[in-house]
């Protein structure tokens, strides 16, 4: 039975090179809307045989109307992780559900910072696949160092939850330290390996944030991708992948420790002569002010941008067949790759938008 899928997020980074693997992924039939903010979006989006939506995403009465209307059963959102109008969304797919009588998804794009030292989680490696996980999330908001990762967190929790109320099948899929060129029509760079070149350009020094070696997982875009591809040729195939509390994914072939990145970048930064030294020092407090205004953010976030633990270890998206193409350690391998390309489109880059004057903790 013919399948129609909602995607938000086409213009990123994550969902446009997603739709450039769905367009040649072979899976059953299906119809794909694309959410678009533009004419030009809307242009763009169509040669990825995606069917153009315009859709205010802060109108939930519209989205639910046009996830009825058009009796969509698969929900892709890589729009926002701190997005709480979820349920309206859920619930919307549960009246498709009742009047199809198909099973409906809802899969909500998070990030590992969620899993993460930046939010309570917790610093002894557990798996994608351990059955508590929506128990430590639910613990997270109360004790997450940062407001923020809290609020993620509660999102996160969210979704799992109202879809279990109303009969929705959920994924929460994690992205980490994503890297590699975007092959989407809209940005071609990433976040976080983006925030540790623009710190090093506002300081001509690459820094550490982190005391000790802390590792975190690391992903190509495209590997990212066809994780997205697996689950939603599984979905589209019938098969039960694991959902709602055992439905989390951490896309990512395993760890790097932040100060291989930061070495290997600082090399390729030192060699375009934006850095002065490649070697790199522990940020103190000047240097973090200084990152601060580099990327945009109050220097208590600069550690929450480029460092922190996460040692959440990705098993369930092997147990479906993914495979990825590139090694963990590939980042480094990149990693000249990644400054130069970053440099060039960095004028374009965004970041996490966290006001100055936030507090950490309220």
Known sequence: MSRSILLTGASGYLGGTFLEFLKDAGLPAHKIYAVVRSDKQAEAVKQYNASPMSLDLSDTDAVSAAIIDNNISIVYHLHNPLDMSTPAWIKAL????????????????????????????????????????????????????????????????????????????????????????????????????????????????????????PTWPVCHVEDNSTLYVEILRSILGGEDVGEGESGYFLASPGSVAWDEIY?????????????????????????????????????????????????????????????????????????????????????????YAIPKGTPLKQ
């Not at 009742?98 to 969620?114: I, R, S």
């Not at 147990?319 to 391998?333: C, N, R, S, T």
């Open 94 to 213: 549960a009246t498709v559900k009742q009047q199809t009588g198909q099973h409906v998804h809802f899969l909500f794009t998070t990030g590992a910072k969620l899993f993460s030292s930046h939010a309570g989680a917790p610093t002894e490696p557990f798996s994608d696949t351990d059955p508590s996980l929506l128990s430590i999330q639910q613990s997270q908001p109360s004790k997450a160092p940062i407001d923020a990762m809290g609020l993620g967190a509660r999102c996160n929790n969210l979704v799992v939850e109202t879809a279990k109320a109303h009969g929705v099948r959920s994924y929460i899929f994690a992205p980490c330290i994503v890297y590699g060129r975007g092959l989407g029509f809209g940005n071609k760079i990433s976040i976080q390996t983006v925030a540790v070149v623009k710190a090093a350009v506002a300081t001509r020094r690459v820094y550490k944030v982190d005391d000790g070696y």
């Open 263 to 351: 070495a290997a970048m600082g090399k390729a930064l030192k060699k375009r002569g934006v850095v002065d030294d490649e070697t790199v020092v522990k940020a103190d407090r000047a240097a973090l002010e200084s990152m601060g205004e580099g990327i945009d953010c109050p220097a208590d976030f600069v550690p929450m941008q480029l460092g922190g633990l996460c040692t959440w270890v990705p098993e369930h998206g092997k147990k479906i067949g993914w495979k990825p193409k590139y090694a963990a350690e590939h980042i480094l391998e990149a990693a000249d790759a990644e400054v130069e390309l970053i440099l060039e489109h960095m004028g374009n880059a965004r970041s």
